[in-house]
Structures are given as C-alpha cells and as structure tokens.
C-alpha cells in the first residue's frame, strides 16, 4: 500500500467522533485502498470483522513504513517519528481499538478501559477468542514500535492490549518477556486496573498478582508501585495515604516471597526513602512514611530474614559504626563529612521519632548512645544536628522499660557495656575538626596520644542536660528514681564496694579513684535533676516513691552495722540533696517515718558530727513552704542564687558562701560537696567576676573538702571533652588552690606535676603554653622539691624546644628550665644530667632564631654555672674540717 493512501485512511479516520463511528463512515474511509489486497484468514461475509482486519493492516503497515524513520537505515540506530503524522496516527490508534480489542474483550473485561464507540458483536466464544487472537497479534506489531509502546496518549490501548493478553494467555506473561516493552509505570498502572476488574476469573488473577509482584521486586519498581497506588485515581479517594501505605507495606513484606524478592525491594526502599527525605514537600512525606511502615513490616519477619533486619541497621547505623570503627587510623583522615553525618541524621530522626506505631523500634538505637552523647559534646550547640540528636535520644529512652532504663544508665555511668547497651562507643582518636569558613566541619581522625585509652568521659551529665532541655517530665522522673535507686543500694554502699579481684597498689588507687569520680558524677546529676525547675511539679506532685526509696534505704543503713562510715557518707550526700525537698514536704504523714528514722541514727555511735547537725537541722530547722521563692536558712538562700543563671546572682550568692565558710556554718559545712559541684559547674561562665569568684571558693572548700577538690579538679583539667577554655580555667583554679594550700599541696605533687605534663602535650598550642606555665608554678609553690621529676621536666622542656613550632610555647618551655635551675636544692646530686643540660643550653643559644629564648637559655646557663662553681669551690674553714675534724 502507498503511503499517502495510508495517511489519507489514517487523517479520515482520526477526524471521526467516537460517538458517531457506523461501519458506512469506516468504509467510506477505507475507500482509498481498497484497491489493495488485504491479509484475510478465510472468506466471511462480517462487514465489521473486514473493516477491523483493514484497519489492522492499515495501522501495522504505517507504522512501519510512513511513522518511524531509521536515522541510519544500515545500522540499528535510534526510531524517529514523523511529527507531523503522530498526532493523529495516535488518534486513529485509539479509534481501532475501540472496535477491535476493546470489542471482542471478555465481557468482565470491557470496563477496564474507556470506550465511547456504540459498535456491538455477538458471537459465540470461539469465534470471539479466535478474533481477539488476532487482534492482538496486530497490535503487538504496532508495539513493537519504542516511541508507540511508550506514549501515554496510549495508556487505554496498552489496558486492551494487556487484558486481551492475559485472558487468552491465563497465565503469567512477565517472567518469559512476552510482552513489549511498555514502561513500567503503564505496566503497574494497567495490570492493576485490570485486577480490580469484578468478576475477574481467579486463574487470572493469580496470574496478574504473579506479574504485579514479579514487578514490584525488579529494580526500581516498589517506587512506581507506590507512587501509583498514591495517586489518586487508581484507588478510592476518600481512602486516607496511611490506609495506602499500609496497603502497600503488606503488599512487599508478607510472608512467602523469595529471599530475591525481599532483598530488591528492601535496597529500592532504602533508595526511595533517602530520596523523599531529602525533598520538602507533603508527597515525600508521604512516601518516606510508607518506607518507615515497610522498614517496619520487614522487622517482623521470622527468623529465617533475619539479614533483612542486620541490612536496615546497617543502612540507618553505617556512619556511626564508621565513627566507632575506623577503617583508616591515620592521622588526618576524614571519617564523616558534615553533609554526609547531617543526612543520616536526618533521616534516622524521621524514622525513629515519630509515634510508636509510625515509626522503627527504637531499640534500634539503644548501642548507639553513646556515639550520640559523646557527639553532642563534640559538635557546636548552635549546629543543626543537635536538634536531631536531642531527639533520638529523648525518645529512645522515653520508649524503654524500668528494666531497660536502670542497664542504660548503669552503663553510661560506669563507662561498661551491658549486653547491647555500650556496644558501640565513638573512638577516642575521632576529633572534630572545623573548616575555614565555619559552615562545615569534619570528624578526622587525630594524632594518637599515650592516654587515650586509659579514660573514658562519662557520658551522664551529658544525657541529664539532654533531658532537661526536653519537656519529658515522666522520663526525667523515672531517671531520676533510677540514678537514687543506684546512688542508696549500688555498688558504693556494702561490700561491693571493694575490690574482688587481687590488685597491686596502683591499680587499687587507680580504680578506686574511678569510683570516686563515678559517684561524684552521680551526686551531681542528682543534684542537677532536683534542682531544675520543671522536674520540681512532677517531684512534689509524686513524692511517694522518693520518699519508699529513702525510708528502704535509711532502714537498711541504720540496722546495718558493717560499713558504718561508708554508711554515714552516703546518708550524708542523700540529706545534702534533699534537704530542700524533705523540708517542703515535711508535714506529710509519711516523712514523720523518716524523720524518726534520722533521729534514731543521730542517736547511734556511727554518726559523724556533720551528719548530726544536717539532721538537727532537717527535724528542728523551719519549715519551708512550696510556694516560698526562697528559703529561710541562709545556706539555701546563697546555694539558689549560685544556681541562677544571672551572674550577678551567681556573684553574690558565691560571696554568702564565702562568708558562711569562714564563718564555719554547720549548715554548709554539711553541704560542702553540693557546693563542689556548683562551683565546678560556675567556672564554666563566660562572665569574668563570676568565674573569678568560683575560684575563690573552690580555694576556701580546701579547708573542709581539700582531697576532693584537688581530684575534681585534676580530672576536670584531664578530660579531653571539657572545652578548652574551661580546662584553662580550671588549670588557673588549680593553681590557685595550690597557692592556698603552701606547703601541705606536696601529698598532692605527683598527681599535679602529672597531671600539666599530660598538657604539655596537648595539641592546642595555647594549652600547652598553660600546662608549663602551670609546671613552673606548681614547682615554686613547692619550693622545687620535684627531685623525682627532674629528668622527666627535662626531657619534656628539650622536646618542646626542639620541635614545637610555637613561639610562646618554647619561651615558657625555657623559663621553666631556668626557673628550675636556680630554685632546685642539691642540683649536684644530678650530676649524670648536668652535661646534658650543659649542650642543650649551648645548642639553643647558637642556633635558635628568637632572641628571647635565647636569652633565657643564657640565664639559665649562668644559673647551672653559679650552682656549679659554688659546689667546685673549697670553704677554707670546710677543708680543714675534713683535714682535722671540728674546728674549735
């Protein structure tokens, strides 16, 4: 046939109205080829049946010869379509097949697709399935054309084409690509249209159900499913995106798929999810929730898809087992980029903290913990992430049990893992390291330093500043009855609180001061929690608990006649802290019990002075209101003004301390590690007379609590995640309280001169210079009886001289060594050092560029010379006391 015969057919037919097509029009319209042979199967006198064979071969043959165009016609190269034709070549199309597919279609069938035209046949089934055969052969042919297969004007006729197909196949057509291809979107879209027909024979729904899921597990189709199911128009509107979603997750997760199947589906949901979490709008909210109820489903699986629950923790936890284990330890090494830790994090806070019905189980998150702490602590408080990091752990600690709660903190406390808990701690080599611009930042990986193993921080007052920045009321409450529970009956109370194995001298100090710490951890985030304003209704409101707690231990102390010190120390801490609480609540019936509780222990042999004027205090001292801003005792009054966040409240209620100490007040004698602990916390103050202030009193808590003072401060200075500028506070606090103590700070020399040694290898140049500032003033405190310290002080000085390119740093380095020099007694006794010394001072004055260091190598020298010359130089009146004895 000519072309422009066929194009003639082809612009007729397309100006036809659907409505009005008769078999006269469809004649009249072929009148230009009739002159044409046409492929027929057998004579039959059906005018319609030789029309739709006509258009058949008429559609067929344009298609191959008018509408596509090879650019290469030697070559298999790329199909172009004639625009000028297409239009209504499409429209001639979906005119046919109104009376050609869509016409001799099973009855069940017909309403899948739309069809306007009035034709109708009847005929019986053989002849109606031996018609639609080849009709849909002639299609196939059409089809086989990309550009046509894949045109959405053609969706109603990929609907026939499809239905047609199944129905005579009865049997899955996707597994052995017997169909064309058609985009996956049609595909979805028309084999669910079709499985919604009523009627449908259940042989050929099964197929069609084979075929969907067949779909749906192939690369990138749980996407198009669900955006299909999510559209609108292939289900009821009125059905709510939740009813879908779920729809859909039951669709992919239930059980009897192959493991194929799950795994496809689960790698294309990851994929999707982490594309709608990335858009800003209500439909990828929609579809990231789909994804969480499928994430969620999968988790429920039994235990044969297992790995399916290790893959999703593996895809939302990938980055912090990376923090937890590097796979490079060098130094300098990027481990996460901001954008990269940023995104997961957002996307684990979508996941994680919606309802507990929407949302993945939040034991997910439990080994996690401690990475998210120790980041909050690392990352700047203005940053976004910390919202996020606020959030998974609020809510993964909202959803635990007593049980679960008690092992947390249990953990975070005693810096152990327990079971899941702890499982995942962030290295001690990952620093964080900012960018010029301040916008990004990176955690690299850091130099390696002798201690980083030997300490690890303590996460709790971490995760209690967390709770107090939430509006969690219940969970701060039952943290707070845990972390009580712990302090009265853990292992600082009884037996347990020595030693089962058989320790050497250092490891018992070593670990007995990690206790030490740890219980001073746990006072002050007990302290934090009572004192914080918005725990104080849930507290008041529900004492009942605290106070069984208290009456249960109070019992226990008071009838337990081992370990009575140890007894009267806790009992002393826990009046410290709920002195204010006990006094509020006094007049409730069941504080009489405890209150007859402390005055039978007063009574007793075991109690400490101190302890005996809280009680008094506690049982004859007035009654405090709840509603009362402020308290009557002085002691309370100055200890609420030190916890207000003015400073100049701060200031002042730092100098009534001041005063009740000098003035030996019993009442804060009795609260003196309460003071401790708010003193430590006030250092923190950007506010210089409030900070200076908090020095002052750290230094007057040296006459009632001077070991415990030192230590704190010595670990404060030690902790790698303080801030830099509150540990050089704290060094300055240090020396301050060294001064104050004069000669009786020697029984704390070795932990001191450690302790600014450690800093004079910190990688932060102003730190160091403030560690050997420090060393030098520790050393004239204590007159430079470092003897022991002497060649360690050396070598350290020479290394920083000979390799730290920080000026400052070298000149403080130098002066120590000359200060030393001339403060030290018996510096002969050093003899084997002395021409050490000797060359270093030489080499530093001839080839070191600053004159100031060399200057001070040059005072240090004329001091090693003086000290020398003395001990060469024989006293006449010495000589002739070891020639003849005493000189009369």
């Not at 996407?223 to 779920?246: F, H, M, N, Y």
């Not at 929407?358 to 997910?364: A, D, E, G, K, Y």
């Not at 070598?795 to 130098?814: F, H, Q, W």
Request: one cysteine or more; hydrophobic letters at 40%.
């Amino acid at each position: 046939m000519e072309i422009k015969a066929l194009r003639d057919v082809i612009t007729t037919t397309a100006n036809l109205k659907p409505k009005d097509i008769t078999l006269t029009k469809l004649e009249e319209c072929l009148q230009s080829i009739q002159s044409c042979p046409f492929p027929t199967e057998e004579p039959s006198t059906d005018i319609l049946w030789k029309v739709a064979v006509q258009y058949c071969a008429v559609l067929t043959e344009f298609a191959v010869q008018g509408l596509v165009e090879k650019q290469n016609p030697t070559a298999e190269s790329d199909e172009v379509i004639n625009l000028h034709d297409q239009a209504q070549y499409l429209t001639t199309i979906d005119l046919v097949r109104q009376f050609t597919l869509h016409l001799y279609l099973p009855r069940e069938l017909r309403g899948v697709s739309k069809c306007e035209a009035q034709l109708m046949v009847k005929l019986e089934e053989q002849e109606r399935v031996r018609r639609l055969t080849y009709c849909t052969a002639q299609f196939r042919r059409v089809f086989e054309t990309k550009l046509l297969a894949l045109h959405p004007r053609l969706a109603d006729t990929v609907i026939d084409f499809l239905a047609a197909s199944y129905s005579l196949a009865k049997t899955t057509l996707m597994q052995n690509n017997s169909l064309p291809a058609f985009p996956r979107e049609h595909m979805f879209r028309s084999l669910l249209v079709i499985k919604g027909s009523p009627g449908l024979p259940l042989e050929l729904a099964k197929a069609l159900h084979n075929d969907l899921l067949h779909l749906t597990g192939e690369p990138g189709g749980f996407p198009v499913l669900c955006r299909i199911l999510l559209s609108g128009d292939q289900t009821s509107e009125s059905a709510p995106s939740w009813r879908k979603g779920e729809v859909i997750a039951k669709i992919v997760s239930s059980k009897g798929h192959t493991k194929k199947f799950y795994r496809q589906v689960l790698s294309d949901c990851f994929e999707f999810y982490h594309w709608a979490v990335q858009q800003d709008t209500q439909e990828a909210i929609t579809y990231a929730t789909i994804c969480i109820e499928c994430l969620k489903r999968f988790m429920q699986l039994p235990a044969p898809y297992r790995e399916l629950y290790a893959r999703i923790d593996e895809y939302f936890f990938r980055s912090f087992r990376e923090l937890a284990y590097p796979q490079e330890l060098v130094a300098g090494c990027v481990v996460q980029e901001r954008l990269g830790l940023l995104s997961n994090l957002v996307e684990c806070n979508m996941a994680f903290t919606g309802s507990t019905v929407s949302s993945l189980p939040s034991s997910l998150l439990v080994p996690y913990l401690p990475i998210c702490l120790k980041l909050l602590t690392m990352l700047p408080p203005a940053c976004e992430e910390h919202t996020y990091l606020h959030n998974l752990i609020v809510f993964c600690l909202s959803n635990r049990t007593k049980q679960e709660l008690t092992t947390i903190l249990n953990s975070l406390l005693l810096n152990r893992t327990e079971g899941d808990v702890g499982k995942y701690q962030l290295h001690p080599r990952v620093i964080y390291k900012c960018s010029e611009n301040d916008t990004n930042y990176s955690l690299q990986i850091g130099p390696a330093t002798r201690d980083q193993e030997s300490e690890t921080e303590n996460l709790l007052p971490v995760l209690v500043d967390v709770l107090k920045a939430s509006n969690r009321n219940l969970l701060l409450y039952d943290v707070f009855l845990t972390l009580l529970n712990e302090l009265l009956t853990g292992t600082w109370t009884g037996s347990s609180h020595e030693p089962e194995t058989l320790l050497d001298g250092v490891e018992r100090d070593t670990l007995l001061c990690n206790r030490f710490h740890q219980k001073y951890t746990l006072i002050q985030s007990l302290m934090d929690l009572i004192s914080h304003k918005h725990f104080h209704s849930q507290l008041y409101d529900n004492p009942k608990e605290v106070l069984t707690i208290l009456t249960a231990s109070l019992t226990k102390a008071i009838d337990t006649t081992e370990c009575s010190a140890r007894n009267s120390d806790i009992l002393e801490v826990v009046l410290s802290i709920f002195q204010e609480f006990l006094q509020r609540i006094r007049n409730r019936y069941d504080v009489a019990d405890i209150l007859k509780l402390l005055l039978r222990y007063r009574n007793s042999a075991s109690c400490s002075d101190a302890l005996k004027v809280q009680i008094d205090l506690l049982c004859h001292g007035p009654s405090t209101s709840e509603h009362d801003d402020l308290s009557e005792s002085p002691c309370l009054n100055a200890l609420s003004l030190c916890s207000d966040q003015q400073p100049y409240c701060k200031v002042y209620g730092t100098t009534l301390l001041l005063k009740l100490l000098k003035e030996r007040d019993p009442e804060t004698i009795a609260q003196r590690h309460k003071i401790l602990i708010l003193a430590l916390v006030n250092l923190r103050d950007e506010e210089s007379y409030a900070f200076l202030n908090s020095v002052r009193l750290l230094v007057a808590l040296c006459d009632v609590l001077e070991a415990e003072v030192v230590d704190e401060l010595v670990k404060e200075y030690l902790n790698e995640s303080n801030e830099i500028d509150y540990r050089l506070k704290i060094g300055e606090a240090t020396v301050k309280t060294v001064e104050t103590l004069g000669p009786f700070a020697v029984r704390y020399r070795d932990t001191l001169l450690n302790c600014f040694l450690t800093g004079t290898r910190n990688a932060v140049d102003e730190f160091r210079t403030s560690s050997l500032s420090n060393v030098g003033s520790v050393c004239r405190i204590l007159s430079y009886q470092v003897h022991h310290f002497f060649y360690e002080l050396f070598t350290g000085i020479k290394s920083i001289v000979e390799t730290d390119n920080y000026l400052p740093a070298k000149r403080a380095a130098i002066l120590v060594l000359s200060q030393l020099l001339e403060g030290i007694e018996g510096l002969m006794d050093f003899q084997e050092y002395l021409l050490l010394i000797y060359r270093f001072l030489k080499h530093v004055i001839a080839t070191d560029k600053d004159d100031v260091t060399k200057l001070q190598a040059a005072v240090a020298l004329d001091h090693l010379k003086a000290k020398t010359k003395d001990f060469l130089q024989i006293n006449p009146d010495e000589l002739e006391r070891r020639m003849f004895g005493r000189v009369i």
